[in-house]
């Protein structure tokens, strides 16, 4: 069973970066698609970011626009999301995700880190 252990969040002004990372225990997943959602208070989840086994990405450019970038480390089952520029619209709770239709239907979620961006 695959578990997915987010860590990175926390308290930042606007304008800074955080980097998220995601680590996996109970199964290896190096051929899984990964990626990340959030959720903001009283919104529903979306979609932020995904990324193939071979590197190959995929952003909801509505809502980062370029300024999250999304990468993996397969030999450490690892992946991350950088953030910059941060607003507080960014603010949410944001979870790994992996396997499945990324965009659509993760097979697997994370319990989720929380991210709260001040003005």
């Known amino acids: 069973q695959v578990r997915l252990v987010e860590s990175g969040g926390g308290l930042i002004q606007a304008g800074g970066s955080l980097r998220l990372s995601c680590a996996v225990s109970g199964a290896t997943i190096s051929f899984y698609p990964r990626g990340w959602f959030r959720q903001a208070p009283g919104k529903e989840r979306e979609f932020v970011a995904g990324?193939?086994?071979?590197?190959?990405?995929?952003y909801n450019r509505d809502s980062v626009k370029g300024r999250f970038t999304i990468s993996r480390d397969n030999d450490r089952f690892t992946v991350y999301l950088q953030m910059a520029n941060l607003r507080p619209e960014d603010t949410g709770v944001y979870y790994c995700?992996?396997?499945?239709?990324?965009?659509?239907?993760?097979?697997?979620w994370g319990q989720g880190t929380q991210v709260t961006v001040s003005s």
């Open positions: 990324i193939k086994w071979n590197g190959e990405t995929t």
């Open positions: 995700v992996a396997g499945g239709d990324i965009r659509q239907s993760p097979r697997s």
